[in-house]
């Protein structure tokens, strides 16, 4: 039997935020709407542009993450920021969030949260990293984590580093 190719769905738009998905794994994944709504939340008025979100399986996921950040494992979101562009480049493209499904499900089951409710966290959590926001020293990590959790409070989650 021949597999299907990847269900790839055209920029939508929302408030200036134009938003393509690609879907490279067979499962569940939200709505596009709902991908970009997350995002858009966490953009604030900085949601002006393009933003790419690729769903991937582990094995994609492990090579990207050993060759962009050394680390040899799949990991569940990456963010690569788009370079600088002139301010005349309209529209302006933010970057691209890489999300593997298969871990961003096994840590929701581990962690006892709804799926949509991860997947809502580390749409967040990656377009938070398209826009300067990081996790390396412990005063950024602090003002990252209250960032995600204003914003997803916003939308109807709670406050994903709480356990359930």
């Known amino acids: 039997m021949r ?4 269900r790839t769905r055209r920029a939508g738009s929302a ?17 596009r709407r709902e991908l970009t709504s997350w995002a858009q939340a966490a953009l604030g008025r900085r949601a002006q542009g393009e933003l790419g979100v690729a769903v991937v399986g582990a094995p994609e996921s492990r090579r990207l993450n050993a060759r962009y950040r050394g680390r040899n494992h799949a990991t569940n979101v990456l963010s690569f920021p788009a ?4 301010l ?4 302006r ?3 691209d969030l890489v999300i593997c ?5 096994d840590e929701a089951q581990r962690q006892a949260k ?3 409710a991860h997947w809502a966290h580390l749409v967040v959590h990656g377009a938070l990293h398209l826009i300067g926001y990081d996790h ?4 950024d990590a602090r003002r990252m984590e209250r960032r995600e959790i204003a914003v997803l409070r916003t939308l109807g989650f709670g406050n994903p580093y709480r356990s359930a």
């Not at 597999?3 to 990847?6: I, K, L, M, N, V």
């Not at 005349?88 to 529209?91: C, E, G, L, Q």
């Open 114 to 116: 709804t799926l949509r």
């Open 136 to 139: 390396q020293a412990d005063a």
């Open 101 to 105: 499904a298969r871990v961003l499900r």
């Open 83 to 86: 370079a600088a562009q002139p």
């Open 3 to 6: 597999r299907a190719p990847p």
């Open 93 to 95: 493209p933010l970057g």
């Open 88 to 91: 005349a480049a309209a529209p």
């Open 15 to 31: 408030g200036g935020l134009s938003l393509q998905v690609r879907r490279r794994v067979r499962g569940w994944t939200p709505s």
